[in-house]
């Protein structure tokens, strides 16, 4: 099975903080992609990545980056965390070939911003 | 982006066949449709996807009329571990990223 890890389950940060949050997967897929979910407001698209080094700006990119230096691994940054960035994201992979199982997407890192 | 609509919520006694209807009006010739679960503190987990008329796996069936502007999710015999939050969406199968509802709420009671 495709794993997705998040490297933390919850974190607390203050405002302010440069806050990283990391995302590994372990089945060579091109595609992986960052949610923020919020109580009502279901999953947004943050960021998105097809290969290597590319990034592609999602719904709701204010305030964060990402890098993609090795294709298993894509963080999101915060660039400067703010009380409003407090939220559970999600990391998701996705291969192309073949396109059997949709995206496989990681548990969650839990993030409060004091 | 073809949006879906589906009902926020609906409640259910274990044992029973549930069946989550979704509206896609506006989907395209090349879309498939894809359902997801979520349990609490979960990421969502991909459960069925389809094309047209029924696809069926050991977790649910999906049910596409030949219009394709609908799709009905159906679980047999629900238990209290099937209580999830169920997303249908219109996938293009990678060409662009997914874009999740709120999802309808599932709630099986004992």
């Known amino acids: 099975d495709v794993k997705v890890t998040q490297s933390s389950r919850y974190l607390v940060k203050r405002t302010g903080e440069k806050v990283f949050l990391e995302c590994v997967q372990d089945?060579?897929?091109?595609?992986m992609f960052w949610y923020r979910q919020d109580p009502g407001l279901g999953l947004r698209l943050i960021y998105f990545?097809?290969?290597?080094?590319?990034?592609e700006k999602g719904d709701i990119p204010e305030g964060y980056s990402v890098s993609r230096e090795k294709k298993e691994r894509f963080s999101l940054i915060l660039e400067s965390a703010s009380t409003n960035q407090t939220s559970m994201y999600l990391c998701?992979?996705?291969?192309?070939?073949?396109?059997?199982?949709?995206?496989?997407f990681g548990s969650g890192t839990r993030l409060t911003v004091v | 982006l073809a949006k879906t609509t589906q009902p926020i919520s609906m409640d259910s006694y274990e044992g029973q066949e549930v069946n989550i209807t979704c509206s896609h009006n506006?989907?395209?010739?090349?879309?498939?449709i894809t359902w997801y679960q979520q349990f609490p503190s979960q990421g969502p987990r991909f459960i069925i996807q389809?094309?047209?008329t029924k696809v069926t796996n050991e977790v649910a069936s999906l049910f596409i009329p030949a219009d394709r502007k609908s799709s009905t999710l159906s679980l047999p015999r629900v238990s209290l571990s099937d209580t999830a939050v169920y997303y249908c969406?219109?996938?293009?199968?990678?060409?662009?990223?997914?874009?999740f509802g709120k999802g309808t709420r599932l709630s099986v009671i004992a």
């Open positions: 506006n989907i395209a010739t090349n879309d498939y």
């Open positions: 389809g094309y047209k």
């Open positions: 990545s097809y290969d290597v080094k590319m990034k």
């Open positions: 969406l219109v996938d293009g199968r990678g060409n662009t990223p997914l874009v």
């Open positions: 089945m060579d897929h091109e595609n």
């Open positions: 998701a992979s996705l291969g192309q070939v073949p396109y059997n199982y949709g995206y496989t």
